[in-house]
């Protein structure tokens, strides 16, 4: 490992890369948890906000539950360590989950 600092991605603001500099360790991997974290529900809700193409119609996953709407989309979400799938939808302004099971760590 080399005893100089990371280089910055070229497109992060100086602002950030400035507070990030002058965070401490526990500080740094709370916001990369967090980067991460907000990343993961950015993306998902763009997913969730995905319509199929009209006159479209998605068939039904044969293990997709009858109270989860077909347009449903598969995330993970680390608890205590352990990863679970989640079937995830939008209701409006609310977004909706039903647990799936446990990722296999196989895959």
Not at 41 to 61: D, F, I, N, T, Y
Not at 73 to 81: C, L, Q
Request: proline share 11%.
């Amino acid at each position: 490992m080399s005893d100089e600092p990371p280089t910055p991605p070229m497109n992060l603001p100086t602002e950030i890369i400035n507070a990030l500099n002058e965070s401490s360790p526990n500080r740094l991997r709370d916001v990369a948890r967090y980067a991460e974290e907000l990343a993961e529900h950015k993306e998902r809700e763009a997913r969730l906000e995905e319509e199929p193409p009209e006159g479209k119609l998605e068939e039904r996953s044969d293990d997709l539950p009858d109270d989860v709407p077909t347009k449903a989309t598969i995330t993970i979400k680390e608890i205590n360590d352990n990863r679970y799938y989640y079937w995830q939808w939008r209701e409006g302004d609310k977004i909706k989950s039903k647990y799936k099971g446990p990722v296999n760590p196989d895959e």
